[in-house]
């Protein structure tokens, strides 16, 4: 009878047994608490050096201009984040958990995308740097026709989206979703912030006549603020829908010149903005009277960089805004110093809020130690933070939207410089635009539950 | 009455534009039975021609600008209007209408070179062929200006003196409503000069007769001796012009940016293939019919009715036309059609 070959007092098997044995128990642990460890997740950078941010933008189409600098305050972050440059507003963000050295220690890279103003090319976009260049957080805008598309998307393959420029009521209403975060105001607040200053200034017997971009930023915005309007006694004379992009609205601007209307409001954005304006003031009605008063034209969601393309046209119109380069807090000053320094002339609203999302994400996933999205969530919801330009702020975890205060601004009469085209009129208080999270104009959507995309 | 008379003139201003481009894009189809996809593109160069020579009046040296405290920013002093502070700002004020003197020659040279360099060797090549490499070439002609001017508008001003508006209400006792802007109606009527000076040119020189004759008839008027290919080229650099000037007395009405030619090119498309191929009169009669149409559906009245009918218009029409009158209102028989 042969004698089996032995190891010691362990038989083959019994070390192959033990083996498995072993494995089996030290593998367990692992594996039912791999979410604990933030190990499983989509574009999990895992233990590699560096970590990768999607900068989905604008580079052509009607919001060129906006993107073009975002583009250049995403760059300007990145550079802060990785500890170079002076810092910017890392050094006033209130409380922060950033380091100066990348994020969780790894360094921060990025890759751009143009969304072209147009959701599927947007869509696309993100898809390609999710799926390809495996970021683990998208950001961009402008248009909130495309900032929901990409945040659907963002959401369904479990990746964090910043909203860049988004003033649709939507984003943050009926379409949002809890991957995505919007720090940018919403078309409500400006209502909420316009309406008194316009009631100071014109009066209350007003009828407005309403252009506005046919897609969703336009139409909440429209409804937002005929809701302020018509609660300081203005009345409606008619709402027309123009096409985006449409290039000549003389004829949309025509017919305001018999309507009986004495106030025209342009719910119009960048270049759509700049034509319209540029040609209501070509037609006269700058100096037109009408029912006595003199008529008048506002523009609710205004930017510098606008100002700048519509030149002389801009004196003297009210408008909202996020928030702009004047301001003397700390945080603006550092931010302007900054991207002045680096660039030779001073930021866009849409530039600050994209510099502003990249340091929240990045701060917030210092705050919850991993990358890992549920837990960046958990992190921002509620968070409530100062330094950043507009004072006191929070990142409301009903609807994920930055609550804080909103400059009401007038195109200024005689500038001192060529980037002095604004001038804050009123900084409205956060109180007087915050609303219910299931406020009519934002009810029927549904944050649902985070996505790590595992 | 107000609002008719300012949606008739809105209309026949966009008709001009319209009439503009499509009577070089049935021109160059009539003479050299070429589908031009690069036309849109033509007219944009055109618009172009009138930022550079304002880039040019305006180029500056730059100046610390001491307002601005954070940061080194700097301002910019036009050469031109530091050294003659009045004659300078004069000839910067009328840049565009100065544009135009620029831009023949230029857009002559354009055409030349377009024709000679590459349309012509599609000559004897399927539509599809020549549709396909014009447009080529029209996306060519749009990246350069973007690689130059970048993808946003740059906004370009009337001279002061017509930077306002006209008060036609009160010329024709109307009341103050009937105002429009005083650009605008010189676009309407150098529009006018432009097509009437292309139609004189056809119908009382030589050259034109030569050229009309060619149109009916090619082969014939080369066996009588004459060198109709040379005479079809000139016609193509002529239709450049047009397009050209066009651009250029358009930029104070829209800003210009690298995209505006393909924004032009599709409804003009439409407006030669309404007016029938091949026809001069068709195309400037339906540039102005569908400028009207389009105008007179963005009015609220018919809005309510028709949700949307203004961006709808002009190709219901053209689908009207087409079922009515299939070779255009002014459409021949023959033409295209072998």
């Known amino acids: ?454 | 009455m107000d609002a008719l008379i300012l949606q008739i003139l809105n209309g026949l201003d966009k008709g001009g534009a319209y009439a503009l481009i499509a009577l070089g894009l049935t021109l160059v189809f009539g003479t050299l039975g070429v589908v031009n996809f690069a036309h849109g593109a033509i007219f944009m160069v055109g618009a172009f021609c009138a930022v550079t020579l304002q880039k040019v009046l305006t180029i500056s040296t730059k100046v610390r600008d001491e307002s601005v405290t954070l940061f080194e920013a700097y301002k910019e002093v036009p050469i031109l209007e530091a050294k003659f502070p009045v004659v300078g700002a004069v000839i910067v004020d009328y840049s565009v209408p100065l544009a135009i003197i620029f831009a023949i020659p230029v857009m002559l040279l354009l055409g030349l070179l377009m024709e000679r360099g590459l349309i012509r060797h599609f000559y004897k090549r399927p539509h599809a062929d020549q549709i396909l490499v014009t447009f080529g070439l029209a996306i060519i002609c749009q990246e350069i200006i973007r690689h130059y001017f970048g993808a946003n508008p740059i906004p370009q001003s009337a001279p002061e003196i017509v930077a306002g508006s006209a008060n036609i209400g009160a010329f024709l006792g109307l009341g103050d409503n009937v105002v429009y802007p005083w650009w605008r109606l010189i676009y309407l009527m150098f529009s006018f000069l432009v097509i009437s000076g292309v139609f004189a040119f056809l119908q009382f020189t030589t050259f034109g007769m030569v050229v009309r004759a060619g149109m009916q008839d090619r082969e014939m008027v080369g066996l009588l001796g004459i060198d109709i290919q040379r005479r079809f080229t000139i016609v193509f650099g002529l239709a450049a012009v047009v397009a050209g000037l066009a651009g250029v007395m358009y930029t104070p009405i829209l800003p210009p940016d690298y995209h505006m030619g393909m924004d032009f090119l599709v409804l003009s498309f439409v407006v030669v293939v309404v007016g029938g191929m091949g026809s001069l009169g068709g195309a400037v009669l339906a540039g102005f019919l569908l400028g009207i149409l389009q105008s007179f559906a963005s009015m609220n009245e018919i809005k309510s009715y028709l949700p949307g009918i203004d961006q709808i218009i002009i190709y219901l029409v053209a689908v009207v036309v087409l079922l009515v009158r299939p070779r255009g209102l002014l459409g021949r028989k023959g033409v295209m059609e072998d």
């Not at chain 1, 309403?210 to 006694?233: F, K």
């Not at chain 1, 008063?293 to 205004?302: A, D, M, N, R």
Request: charged share 20%.
């Open chain 1, 1 to 454: 009878m042969s004698k089996k070959p032995t190891t010691g007092n362990w038989t083959r098997r019994d070390v192959l047994k033990a083996s498995a044995a072993s494995a089996a128990i030290t593998g367990a642990p692992l594996f039912f608490s791999r979410h604990a460890y933030g190990a499983d997740f989509l574009n999990n950078p895992g233990d590699g050096g560096t970590v990768t941010l999607g900068f989905n933008v604008p580079q052509s189409g009607a919001y060129a201009d906006e993107g073009a600098d975002e583009l250049r305050a995403y760059k300007l972050a990145v550079k802060h984040l990785n500890g170079e440059g002076d810092g910017g507003m890392m050094n006033t963000l209130q409380p922060s958990a950033l380091k100066g050295n990348g994020i969780l220690g790894k360094k921060v890279e990025y890759v751009t995308g143009d969304t072209q103003t147009k959701s599927d090319a947007a869509r696309a976009s993100a898809k390609r740097m999710i799926e390809k260049d495996g970021v683990v957080m998208v950001t961009g805008g402008s248009s909130s026709g495309v900032a929901i598309a990409v945040q659907g998307l963002c959401q369904d393959a479990g990746i964090i989206f910043m909203a860049g420029l988004t003033h649709s009521n939507d984003t943050t209403g009926k379409d949002k979703k809890a991957n995505g975060f919007r720090h940018f105001f919403n078309a409500y607040m400006s209502g909420a912030a316009l309406g008194p200053v316009l009631e100071k200034e014109y009066g209350t017997d007003r009828r407005a006549y309403h252009l506005t971009a046919d897609y969703t930023w336009g139409w909440t915005q429209e409804e937002s603020i005929i809701a302020s309007t018509e609660a300081i006694g203005w009345t409606t004379a008619e709402t027309v829908k123009t096409p985006v992009g449409a290039g000549d609205f003389s004829q949309y601007i025509t017919p305001v010149l018999n309507s009986g209307a004495d106030v025209l409001i342009l719910n119009h954005y960048g270049k759509d903005m700049i034509n319209s304006l540029t040609q209501a003031v070509q037609f006269g009605l700058k100096d037109k009277q009408v029912n006595g008063k003199e008529f008048q034209i506002v523009v609710p969601l205004y930017s510098r960089l606008m100002a700048q393309g519509a030149g002389d046209a801009v004196k003297g119109i009210f408008g909202s805004t996020n928030w702009h380069w004047s301001l003397s807090d700390a945080g603006s000053q550092a931010f302007v110093k900054s991207f002045g320094q680096e660039y030779g002339f001073p930021p866009s609203q849409a530039a600050h809020t994209c510099y502003v999302q990249t340091l929240l994400y990045a701060d917030a996933c210092e705050r919850a130690g991993t990358f890992e999205p549920c837990q960046v969530v958990t992190a921002l919801e509620g968070h409530t933070f100062d330094g950043m330009g507009n004072g006191p702020t929070e990142y409301r975890a009903g609807d994920h939207q930055c609550f804080k205060d909103v400059l009401v601004v007038k195109g200024k009469d005689n500038p001192s410089s060529q980037f002095d085209l604004l001038e804050v009129v009123e900084v409205t208080p956060r109180a007087q635009v915050e609303y219910p999270v299931d406020h009519p104009m934002f009810a029927g959507g549904d944050l649902g539950s985070c996505n790590n995309g595992a």
